[in-house]
Each structure stands twice: as structure tokens, then as C-alpha cells.
């Protein structure tokens, strides 16, 4: 069967849903073969995708009757990574944040490139993280997150979602042919290819596109 994915939907969630713990069994299934060579990245698809949902395999064990016996299952567990940067590009290191998901705190603190990685549910959509350093203005900013959200950088939702993580003004994600919004997307584009010494001129071609996710991480 085949499941259409839907905006905030990623690989980890989409397998929960269908009984499996590992999503590379699903992600390395050869129907889903053309999908994984245009995504690349199973936990960021797009709305639409058709995604291939192999049957699960059933498999039987033999073993003595009164005694124990030890399976280990296999996952792959969802890990939420996070850089915290101030305005100038800089790192801002070794602050100390609560994560809050699914009605779990994690406390952490980020590392010397203000770093942050903390494994998460698989069904979560949603965190808010909560910043305690009081030597940058983001001291008590709460800051909002949709798990599952970002969409492919081919798409333009997926590089105006990158720009305005980056720090640029790119306007709503939301696509819309008003001169207006193509403007400011476009003026966001030409501020990225200044800063990382590209070719100005507005447009989010491969090139772009390829070291705007070097530069978002993803």
C-alpha cells in the first residue's frame, strides 16, 4: 500500500503509524527507490510524496518452554539537532536550555559551536525550546518548533524555511505570486549569495540551493 504524505509528516512518525520501529525498512524497501534518490533525507519529505508501506515480515523463533528469552529490538531512534547562533554568525556556546516535548523537559546545554542534539519520540511534532544565558539578548526566549515541518530545499517553502532559520526575511512561507513576496524572497536570496559569495542574482538555483543546505545543516 501506499501512504501520501501530508505537511509535518516525516519517515520516524509515518513508520509508528504502521507498526515499525525501524524506518529503514520502509526507507530501503526498492519501491520506495525513485523517492529515496529525490529526497534523500528520509525525515524531510514533502506534501504529496508517495511513500511504499511493505507488508511486515513475521518471523518465528524457536526456543525451550520455561525458560527466558532475550530478543533486542532493532530502531532507529529520531534525534532532534539544533545550532543556536547570534546575529553576527557566532556560536553561542555553552548556554543552557530546556528542551519540551511531549511533556518531557531535557536539559542541556550547548557545546563550543552551539550545538544542541537530544533524542526524541518519534511521534512528536512539536518542541518549544527555552534558552537560560544571560550574557546574549536570547536569555529567557522561548522559541517554537515544528518537528517535521521543513520541507525539500527544491521546493521554494523548503528555502524560504531555511532563509528565515538563517536569519533572512524571505517573507511567508506560504507560496504567493504577489510582486511583493517575490520581492522580499528574492532580496533574501540575494543577501545569502552575498554572505556566502555567490553569484547575486536572486535566483535559488542548484548552486544556491546546495550550499544553503550545507549552511542550514539539512
Known sequence: MYHTVEQGEHLSSIARQYGFTDYQVIWNDANNAELKKKRQNPNVLYPGDELYIP?????????????????????????????????????IANARCDLHVENQVFELTTDSRGRLQQEIPATAEKALLVIHDPDTPLNETAITLQIGHLDPVEEISG??????????FAGSLEDSDDEDSEMRFK??????????????????????????KKVHGC
Open 55 to 91: 507488508d511486515k515480515d513475521k518471523k518465528q523463533e524457536p526456543g525451550n518452554t520455561e525458560q527466558r528469552h532475550t530478543f533486542q529490538l532493532k530502531q532507529s531512534p529520531l534525534e532532534l539537532r539544533l545550532v543556536l547562533e547570534n546575529l553576527y554568525y557566532k556560536p
Open 159 to 168: 528555502q524560504k524555511a531555511r532563509l528565515k532559520n538563517l536569519g533572512y
Open 187 to 212: 532580496a533574501a536570496v540575494e543577501e545569502f549569495q552575498c554572505d556566502e559569495e555567490l553569484l547575486v542574482d536572486g535566483i535559488c538555483g542548484p548552486k544556491t540551493q546546495a550550499k544553503l
